[in-house]
């Protein structure tokens, strides 16, 4: 018995300093992946329904799909039909929050050179940061002035500069006001007397990179539209032979089911081709 347990105390002790021998790596973290919740509420932000959550948008379109699928099936009869433009109501308001979101966002890339050069004023006249940045909620541009009137209420309550930058760029989820947080975060941390010159730098940066997208856009508005009517039209023209019920009993069939899915993944594919080809890359938010 005894020399039992001195072998196990001999094992234990020799399995000790082998598992000593080897030192555990850290686990290193990489940066976090966006996930489709993240983006719809970053869309959300940005379409100015800061109060409605991503579940609240995922059940609108339920609710949409739901109800438009019952009342097109309760007019015609039909249920490929009434599928369809279920799909579409339930797509609907995703697209308009998407639409709303980038007509925002073209709105404030004209705004944020304004909103630069105020702080670029406040530095040069002796303000610090913090002042610089709160007084964009009385004299910055009205898009901008909600989100900076929250950032000047929080630090006067916390007095926390870098808390309140975060929930800042919350509040604004937007990529130009992640990159001039981010900025500014750098120049409270190092100092310095670049910060000028590197908020002119950014305003130009900023100026000159609206000015080329405003051409484009300009240039490729007609064809996007175009695009989008040769999609809708053929579903505007089912809409309208749903008022006769005698013309759309033939979407019943067989025949009728399998044109009607054909239709909806060739409108589904063009569209998406459409999009891919003809729209401009949005700048994404690498510094959330």
Not at 12 to 21: E, K, P, Q
Not at 76 to 85: D, S
Not at 226 to 255: D, G, N
Not at 261 to 280: D, E, T, W
């Amino acid at each position: 018995m005894t020399g039992i347990v001195v072998g196990l105390l001999l094992g234990c002790g020799l399995f000790c300093l082998w598992w000593s021998a080897w030192v555990p790596q850290p686990k290193q973290s990489g940066p976090r992946r966006t996930s489709l919740m993240d983006r719809l509420r970053d869309e959300l932000v940005q379409a100015g329904y800061q109060s409605v959550g991503p579940r609240s948008l995922v059940v609108a379109c339920l609710m949409a799909f739901v109800v438009v699928g019952l009342l097109v099936l309760a007019t015609t009869r039909v249920g490929p039909v009434a599928l369809c433009f279920a799909l579409i109501a339930g797509y609907g308001p995703f697209a308009l929050v998407r639409m709303r979101a980038r007509r925002r966002r073209a709105n404030l890339r004209e705004l944020w050179p304004d909103a630069v050069d105020n702080i670029t004023s406040g530095v040069r006249a002796g303000l610090a940061l913090p002042e610089a940045l709160s007084q964009l909620a009385i004299r910055g541009p009205e898009e901008l002035r909600p989100a900076f009137r929250a950032f000047a209420e929080d630090y006067r309550a916390s007095g926390r500069f870098h808390d309140c930058l975060d929930r800042l760029k919350d509040r604004l989820s937007d990529p130009v006001g992640d990159r001039l947080v981010e900025s500014l975060r750098i120049a409270r941390e190092v100092g310095g007397s670049d910060l000028g010159r590197l908020l002119r730098t950014l305003s130009t940066f900023l100026r000159e990179d609206s000015r080329t997208r405003s051409e484009l856009e300009t240039r490729q508005g007609w064809t996007v539209n175009a695009a989008r009517l040769a999609v809708a039209a053929p579903w505007i023209v089912l809409a309208m032979l749903c008022t006769r019920p005698e013309s759309i009993q033939a979407y019943a069939t067989t025949t009728g089911t399998l044109i009607l899915l054909v239709g909806a993944a060739v409108s589904a594919a063009a569209y998406r081709i459409m999009v891919f080809i003809g729209r401009l890359p949005e700048d994404e938010r690498v510094l959330r």
